[in-house]
């Protein structure tokens, strides 16, 4: 204490003048209407600016909570779309009877190892046998597809990836239908090829490439524009490049596709191969 006091008493002009210049800033805002409107407006914008700060800081620390609750309203949504819908139509004369059921649900699930850089790239989600997940479903992100489960554990699945040689999509530019494939001589992760498509369609760049629904995923989603319609796969067919539209490098949530009538077309096509 004895030490503060010495340190008050040697400084003490100073302390005056930070005490006078308080009173006076003090008595000048009471006393004039002016100053005290600008006063009360720094003071706002202050504070303002203050609450703003921390505001961000907090909304970026609740991000994952967010990620993952937009995520699952994805998820939500895409179930509710038409094309996750199996339409029944009979027609006959002037009399329509429509049935439609869910044929499509998707499951949400977290990116939680994903390699692009490879020539046969594989990703790894954080759900499993214990969320439905089961090998062969295809897997899609907000964007366009992303490839096909691979194997399964209780808690995780591991995807072969769209960039993975052994990949091959059924897709559909302009109504004709080939196949999608990576990694032939071109390992960058936003190309792919789709071969196979007949060289009379005419197909220019900038056409939209959409699953055809031959496959594991429902038809007309998209994968991806054409970027180059030039090059050559054989006597009658084209191969086109393409631009995918599912940027692999920042992928964080994915929607694995349950097609529930899988089994039932499985189990069909099964018994045609041994009769």
Do not use: C
Not at 188 to 195: Q, S, T, V
């Amino acid at each position: 204490m004895r030490n503060l006091w010495i340190f008050i008493s040697k400084y003490n002009a100073f302390f005056l003048l930070i005490f006078f210049l308080v009173l006076s800033l003090i008595l000048l805002v009471n006393n004039n209407s002016y100053q005290r409107a600008s006063a009360w407006n720094s003071s706002n914008f202050m504070i303002g600016l203050a609450y703003q700060r921390v505001n961000s800081f907090t909304s970026y620390l609740s991000l994952g909570r967010t990620n993952d609750s937009l995520a699952l309203e994805n998820a939500v949504l895409r179930n509710r779309l038409k094309t996750s819908l199996f339409n029944d139509s009979i027609e006959q004369h002037e009399v329509t009877d429509t049935l439609t059921e869910q044929q499509y649900t998707y499951i949400v699930a977290k990116v939680i190892n994903n390699s692009i850089h490879q020539k046969n790239n594989y990703i790894t989600i954080n759900r499993g046998l214990n969320h439905g997940i089961q090998k062969g479903m295809g897997v899609v992100s907000a964007k366009g597809i992303v490839g096909i489960v691979l194997n399964v554990s209780e808690r995780f699945a591991t995807i072969q990836s769209v960039l993975h040689s052994d990949t091959r999509i059924s897709a559909s530019v302009n109504g004709d239908i080939g196949s999608l494939v990576w990694g032939e001589g071109n390992y960058d992760p936003r190309l792919a090829i789709l071969k196979d498509i007949p060289n009379h369609v005419i197909v220019k760049r900038g056409n939209k490439v959409v699953t055809s629904g031959y496959s594991l995923f429902p038809s007309g989603l998209e994968i991806g524009r054409v970027t180059r319609t030039g090059l050559k796969g054989g006597d009658s067919f084209l191969d086109i490049e393409i631009w995918l539209s599912t940027n692999f490098s920042n992928l964080q949530y994915v929607y694995v596709i349950n097609n529930m009538f899988a089994q039932e077309q499985k189990d069909l096509e099964t018994l045609n191969k041994t009769e």
